[in-house]
């Protein structure tokens, strides 16, 4: 794959991640909003502390929730979009709308899923604020482990498809990648401090309304950006015109 045709997917990529955004925004603001709002009342309604607001809640669920969902996707479907280039034709025979569907699940797993059972999406009131540095690198390091544990997953499929055959080797390397992540959970720090009587049912529906984003916005990822790889790397032929006989 030559750096043009890299380019032009890293650009389909941005693209698509930018359009997937958008109705992951309109979940976020029809569903996460509520948990939200419940989870900054009960921080006024237990704080001594009453600051005055930099930016109004009114732009925070707005203005501000839609600038970050949209740069988001941008910088992730370009992410994902090399990702694409690097994967495809190196995990299997797979069409570029499998392998992009592929690596959109990926993403979403190692990225997103696997680091949240460790380090679930928190709403507002809900851990210490003189900690949020010390978690959000734990966070972080978590993330990093889940793609470098997927990456050597991966790996090991490939290593034992010849012997084992393709359904053996991906159960058997699926395993390991569980009981690896399994390991780095046990022994990592845990990162949540739920507060005294922050009621359970709102800090359900955040987190439910966090796994939903995160999944609308992959879910339209990975199809949009395979349609539009697979116009760059399989275009439809040209019709071929046959001239009409010359009377």
Not at 33 to 56: K, M, Q, R, T, Y
Not at 105 to 118: D, E
Not at 148 to 177: C, K, Y
Request: charged share 10%; proline share 7%.
């Amino acid at each position: 794959m030559n750096s043009a045709i890299v380019r032009t997917l890293l650009v389909r990529g941005m693209l698509a991640g930018l359009i997937a955004a958008v109705p992951a925004l309109l979940f976020a603001y029809l569903v996460g909003e509520g948990p939200v709002d419940a989870a900054i009342a009960f921080e006024s309604a237990n704080s001594h502390e009453h600051g005055e607001e930099l930016v109004s809640r009114s732009v925070q669920s707005t203005a501000g929730l839609a600038t970050g969902m949209l740069i988001f996707g941008i910088a992730v479907g370009g992410i994902a979009a090399l990702a694409f280039c690097f994967a495809l034709g190196r995990v299997g025979r797979f069409s570029p709308r499998a392998t992009a569907a592929l690596t959109a699940l990926a993403a979403f797993l190692l990225l997103y899923l696997v680091p949240m059972l460790k380090y679930p999406a928190s709403p507002p009131a809900v851990g210490n604020p003189d900690t949020i540095g010390q978690r959000t690198a734990l966070f972080f390091l978590m993330i990093v482990l889940s793609v470098l544990l997927g990456i050597a997953a991966t790996m090991l499929g490939r290593r034992l498809a010849p012997r084992w055959g393709n359904w053996n080797a991906s159960v058997t390397a699926a395993l390991a990648f569980a009981a690896a992540v399994t390991v780095a959970m046990v022994f990592l720090p845990s990162g949540d401090n739920i507060p005294k009587g922050f009621p359970a049912s709102d800090l359900w529906e955040f987190r439910l309304a966090s796994i939903g984003i995160q999944a609308v916005l992959w879910a339209g990822f990975g199809l949009l950006f395979g349609y539009l790889a697979e116009r760059v790397l399989a275009p439809s032929p040209v019709p071929h015109r046959v001239p009409a006989p010359v009377a």
